[in-house]
């Protein structure tokens, strides 16, 4: 047996766009997305069609209309889209990871401690966060020189793999990533299809936007189709999600 | 886990309830109610003249509001309403339990006061007598935001602008207030003096895991800093949220033209 580690519920959105004469833009509705401990789902859909907007719903970065997101958060099961901004602070910080297609640049920090802090802030000391960060960032190919470096000046691909390292050194249940291989090249790509799948058995539940059909096919459990709205999202499994111990079980 | 955990558990630290303000027929602030907790940043961003400052004037009891409640749990006494409490007593929790960043580092400094001094002179306000022991905190503190001690015995006006606000920040957080206001603090600084600073305050707010209200109209500011952040127009609280989310998908018409006003945050 699996647990539902997150279930998004009847979510619609659509934004309002009052510096454009009020232009309404629907982007979806009425999803309904269940994710299991160890299974990776990937959202699928053309262009625009709403996967980044679903991921950060599922994150509580975007507001939806209506709907819920249920997450396991701490023993509860906690509606993270009307939860109070303190709690969502809390449950960003323990449960649920997301990897932004951009690195958010702290001014100034070195790498390492751009990449230890979530760990830090997750009440681990600084020695052991910054031998996590070292493993993760060798791990990914960041060259030592780079670690005491800002990475505001970085390649698009360095940035990247700065925000998966800082993604990844926590043990977060729920991971949510948008096209965390998009600047890549295959050798990093190979390491952050080893890294997702290390999360999945650990019994991570993971969302996922990966556009790389080799990424996509050797993370993936089943697709997520997101079409435009008034359509109902389908969905088409790919492979069998074979049948994970629940986390209570592997500890 | 550790003591990062939990931020449920803190009780509110201070509860505002429909606090309004008025100069005249003009309006200060109109109905304004939150609450904060240990540990949290909220932010306040707005054009000038939403109402920020005198919001933030009230908050701290440098202005009466005309109406509202400001509950602040108070460390040997509890929740207390601020507005009922005497003038002397009010202006010894600002001093104990209370930082007050002022946007311009003259009106929070000692101008003729030595950097030390400066420092020092709060930790002194609240009991400390031993000379060293204060000297030795002030440096401390010094070295924390980024000032040469050779310069401890050196007056603040001979500080730049951005030496003047670090040292503003460290005479007010020596004492390890609970809460702390701050008034665009990074305001008048050149771009890469504030990127220090902000990273400066960032590690000391999550460090000393203090609260902090910290008005300002720098987006970019509140997105580093804020973990919650209020919007205000015409003296109202017109969007609020958690930061990215208000910054990122914005509902009320004012902030989207805030938001899309700015080249990137
Ligand atoms: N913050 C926002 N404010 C207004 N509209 C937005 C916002 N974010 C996304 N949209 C709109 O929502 C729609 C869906 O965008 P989204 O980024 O989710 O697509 P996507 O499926 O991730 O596309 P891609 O594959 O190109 O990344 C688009 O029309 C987009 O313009
Ligand atoms: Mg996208």
Redesign the pocket.
Known sequence: MTIIRLHARGLSKT?T?HTQGGTT?P?FEDIDLQVRSGECVC?H????????????SLYAN?KPQSGSVMVQHDGEIVDITAAEPWKVVEIRRFTIGYVSQFLRVIPRVPVLDVVAEPAITNGRSVEEAHAAARTLLTRLRIPERLWSLAPATFSGGEQQRVNIARSFIVAYPILLL??PTASLDAENRKTVIELICEAKVRGAAVVG?F?DAEVRDAVADRLFE?RSTHREPTEIPCKPVPDLPTIEAVA | MSAVRKLQQRPVLLEVSGVSKSYGGQVGCLDVSFSIRPGEVLGIVGESGSGKSTLLACLSGRLQPDTGSIIYDMKDRGPVDMLLLSEPERRRLARTDWGIVHQNPRDGLRMDVSAGGNVGERPMAIGARHYGNIRAEAQDWLQKVEIDLTRTDDKPRTFSGGMQQRLQIARNLVTKPRLVFMDEPTGGLDVSVQARLLDLLRGLVRELGIAAIIVTHDLAVVRLLADRLMVMQRGRVIEEGLTDQVL??PHHPYTQLLVSSILQV
Not at chain 1, 45 to 56: E, I, V
């Open positions: 934004f766009l833009l982007v959202l859909g053309p262009s625009g069609a709403g996967k980044s907007t679903l991921l950060r975007y948008d096209e936007i556009h997101i | 990122d998908d």
